[in-house]
């Protein structure tokens, strides 16, 4: 069973907006940390948000104010909302549960996201 499915991504015009989904499988409990990452061309990997169960939320300076993160844990599903987006917004987005314990990371396949016009 794979632990995350994304879905979401797209192409959109500046200012636009896209939703990302990621769908967790059972074996990630509910009080994973849970977050999105991304990556451009020739960049490395930046982390975009993340939340825990309780509710805590961190967001990298550069999507605060035009994204949000959230959970439903009834579906144990993660979401990012992305507003204004911009160009350099272009990346592939990757879900990501981390075992608070352990410190197990688990990946999604990842999502392309494209903003341009």
């Known amino acids: 069973q794979v632990p995350l499915v994304e879905s979401g991504g797209g192409l959109v015009q500046p200012g636009g907006s896209l939703r990302l989904s990621c769908a967790a499988s059972?074996?990630?409990?509910?009080?994973?940390?849970m977050g999105w990452y991304r990556q451009a061309p020739g960049k490395q990997r930046e982390l975009v948000a993340t939340i825990i169960s309780g509710g805590s939320i961190n967001y990298a300076d550069y999507v605060k104010g035009r994204f949000t993160i959230s959970r439903d844990n009834a579906k144990n599903t993660v979401y990012l909302q992305m507003n204004s987006l911009k160009p350099e917004d272009t990346a592939v987005y990757s879900c990501n549960a981390r075992n608070p314990i352990t410190k197990v990371n688990f990946w999604g396949q990842g999502t392309q996201v494209t903003v341009s016009s």
């Open positions: 059972e074996s990630i409990r509910r009080n994973y940390v």
